[in-house]
């Protein structure tokens, strides 16, 4: 799991900031919250401090009672300064909402806060999701601030088109969902941890299911979330995933190849048929120890079934 530092800037969609910092901790990431002065007037430090279990830092000049450690770390056994303690220990530094205001500090180097700060002193991944009026968003200004920090190679989170703040206005600068700037911030931290760009990877998940008859089957109790889970995870990290499943019926993940397959048999060739290609083979599928030695072409009728007995 990760250490995210939460830069949070004044705007009206600072309460999503609130819903972020909880599904982060709750995938078990390690939160840290930074508030300029004008998020205060949006949003209290106390609620963030009740998701995350830390205290929130948005005086520079104040002292942090963690000492710069993120929660489940230990304390440092010194008094450092805290905005470079915390931008050294941090994995990913996240600014959402950015407000224009904010962007155009960060762009500019300037340092008058405890987020603008620790951001110029963080040697980790940083990114910021803009959030703003959409007239504020496609000034000139805005855009060639944007353009500066992707240039640094901060990752911007695009804002999303929908209702503004502003009463019946419509256009491009609403804060994406905080499920999504979860997923950004995870995809920034396995691209800075490693690529697999290039790696074929072939995974089997499920259960394979051996016909009794046309209805019947006797098989393995496999959902294939375990698969599942390693196909999306590689596929985040780059790689070529190619997925044979054997009777799932759970959506898989986004960008990777599925390939569905019913008995032992058909999960067999279909694994022989991918092998050659692939570098990484992963076989999590839960195949049937059993087959019967005959399968009925049709359904056996209740009558017949009494004192049947299955040879395997």
Same mark, same amino acid.
């Given at each position: 799991?990760?250490? =995210?530092?939460?830069?949070?800037?004044?705007? =009206?969609?600072? +309460?999503?900031?609130?819903?972020?910092?909880?599904? $982060?901790?709750?995938?078990?990431?390690?939160?840290?919250?930074?508030?300029? #002065?004008?998020?205060? &007037?949006?949003?209290?430090?106390?609620?963030?401090?009740?998701?995350?279990? %830390?205290?929130?830092?948005?005086?520079?000049?104040?002292?942090?009672?963690?000492?710069?450690?993120?929660?489940?770390?230990?304390?440092?056994?010194?008094?450092? =300064?805290?905005?470079?303690?915390?931008?050294?220990?941090?994995?990913?530094?996240?600014?959402?909402?950015?407000? %224009?205001?904010? !962007?155009?500090?960060?762009?500019?180097? =300037?340092?008058?806060?405890?987020?603008?700060?620790?951001?110029? /002193?963080?040697? /980790?991944?940083?990114? *910021?999701?803009?959030?703003?009026?959409?007239?504020? +968003?496609?000034?000139?200004?805005?855009?060639?601030?944007?353009?500066?920090?992707?240039?640094?190679?901060?990752? *911007? !989170?695009? #804002?999303?088109?929908?209702?503004?703040?502003?009463?019946?206005?419509?256009?491009?600068?609403?804060? #994406?969902? #905080?499920?999504?700037?979860?997923?950004?911030?995870? /995809?920034?931290?396995?691209?800075?941890?490693?690529?697999?760009?290039?790696?074929?990877?072939?995974?089997? $998940?499920?259960?394979?299911?051996?016909?009794?008859?046309?209805?019947?089957?006797?098989?393995?109790?496999?959902?294939?979330?375990?698969?599942?889970?390693?196909?999306?995870?590689? $596929?985040?990290?780059?790689?070529?995933?190619?997925?044979?499943?054997?009777? *799932?019926?759970?959506?898989?993940?986004?960008?990777?190849?599925?390939?569905?397959?019913?008995? %032992?048999?058909?999960?067999? %060739?279909?694994? &022989?048929?991918?092998?050659?290609?692939?570098? *990484?083979?992963?076989?999590?599928?839960?195949?049937?120890?059993?087959?019967?030695? &005959?399968?009925?072409?049709?359904?056996?009728? &209740?009558?017949?079934?009494?004192?049947?007995?299955?040879?395997?």
């Amino acid at each position: 799991m990760a250490r =995210i530092l939460l830069g949070v800037s004044g705007g =009206i969609a600072a +309460y999503k900031a609130l819903e972020l910092a909880r599904l $982060a901790t709750l995938a078990g990431h390690g939160v840290r919250v930074l508030m300029t #002065p004008a998020a205060q &007037r949006f949003v209290g430090p106390a609620s963030f401090e009740g998701i995350v279990g %830390a205290p929130v830092l948005a005086d520079e000049f104040g002292r942090d009672p963690l000492r710069g450690a993120f929660p489940g770390d230990p304390l440092p056994n010194h008094d450092p =300064i805290g905005h470079l303690e915390l931008a050294a220990n941090a994995d990913v530094y996240l600014v959402a909402p950015a407000s %224009a205001n904010t !962007i155009a500090k960060l762009a500019a180097g =300037i340092a008058d806060s405890m987020l603008t700060t620790s951001f110029l /002193a963080c040697p /980790a991944p940083r990114a *910021v999701a803009p959030a703003m009026n959409d007239r504020m +968003y496609a000034d000139a200004a805005t855009q060639a601030n944007l353009a500066t920090l992707r240039e640094r190679d901060v990752r *911007v !989170i695009e #804002p999303e088109e929908g209702a503004l703040a502003s009463r019946g206005e419509r256009g491009v600068g609403r804060l #994406p969902p #905080p499920d999504r700037l979860l997923a950004e911030v995870e /995809a920034l931290l396995h691209a800075a941890r490693g690529t697999w760009d290039g790696l074929r990877v072939l995974l089997t $998940a499920g259960g394979t299911r051996e016909p009794i008859d046309s209805v019947r089957f006797i098989g393995n109790r496999s959902s294939g979330r375990m698969g599942l889970a390693l196909a999306e995870h590689g $596929a985040r990290r780059g790689a070529q995933v190619t997925l044979v499943a054997a009777n *799932v019926s759970l959506e898989g993940p986004a960008g990777v190849r599925r390939v569905d397959v019913t008995t %032992a048999d058909e999960l067999a %060739a279909a694994v &022989r048929e991918e092998f050659p290609g692939c570098h *990484v083979l992963l076989m999590a599928a839960a195949v049937a120890d059993f087959r019967p030695a &005959r399968a009925e072409p049709g359904k056996i009728s &209740r009558e017949e079934s009494r004192g049947l007995e299955l040879r395997l």
